[in-house]
C-alpha cells in the first residue's frame, strides 16, 4: 500500500509547486508591468489637484496646475533631448518599456495620433520616456516596429520620473502619459494604457485653450 500512495504524494507536490509558481510569475509580471491603479485616483494634496475621469484620465483645472520638471538627457538615438525648448507647445509625454505587453498595445495609437497632428500642423510635440530597456538596441527596435517617429530619452534607471512632482507619477505604472499645456504645467494623466480617442481627448481640449 504505501508503494501505490507514494507516486500520488509526489504528484500532489508538484501540482502545488507548480502553481506556485505560476502564482508567483503572475505576480512579477504585475509588479514589472502594473496598470497604475493604485495612482490613479484624485491626489489633491500630492503634485496636483486631478480629477479623474472615465478611462482612469486625470485633469487638472487651468488655475491649479504646476509646473512640469525641466527633462533632459540623452535620447535612444543618442542625441540630446530638451523639453524646456518646446514651451508654447501642448507635450504629450509618454513613459514606456519595450517589454511592456501594455505599451506594445497602445504604441499604434500613439504613431497615428502623433503624426496626424503633425501633418494637420497642429502645435503638440510627443515625447517619449524609455524606461528599464537594458539595452538601447532594444528601444530602437521598439520605435520602428511601431512606427515611432518622435524621439524619446533613454531612461533605464527612471531617475527622469523622479523629477515629476510627488503622486504625479507611479514608478510601477508602465506605460503612463503626461500632458503638458502651452505654458509647460501639468494638466493632464493617465496611469494606464490608452486609445486613440483617450489619447485624443487629453490633447485636443488644450490646443483649443488661449
Known sequence: MS??????????????????????ASALT??????GDSG????????????TGAGGISTVAR??????????GESVDGKTLDTTALKGK???LNVWGSWCPPCRAEAPHFAKVS??????????????????D???????AFETNYGITYPSFYDPDGKLMLRFPKGTLNPQAIPSTIVLDKEGKIAARTLVAVNEEQLRS????????K
Open 30 to 35: 504585475l509588479t514589472a508591468c502594473g496598470d
Open 134 to 140: 537594458t539595452s538601447k538596441q532594444n528601444a530602437t
Open 63 to 72: 488655475g491649479e496646475r504646476t509646473e512640469a520638471p525641466k527633462l533632459d
Open 115 to 132: 503624426k496626424e497632428l503633425a501633418d494637420a500642423g497642429q502645435d503638440v510635440a510627443f515625447v517619449g520616456i524609455n524606461t528599464r
Open 90 to 92: 501642448v507635450v504629450v
Open 3 to 24: 508503494l501505490s500512495r507514494a507516486p500520488r504524494r509526489r504528484s500532489t507536490s508538484g501540482r502545488v509547486l507548480l502553481l506556485t509558481a505560476v502564482t508567483l
Open 202 to 209: 487629453m490633447i485636443v481640449p488644450l490646443l483649443a485653450e
Open 40 to 51: 490613479s485616483k484624485p491626489n489633491g494634496s500630492s503634485g496636483g489637484n486631478y480629477v
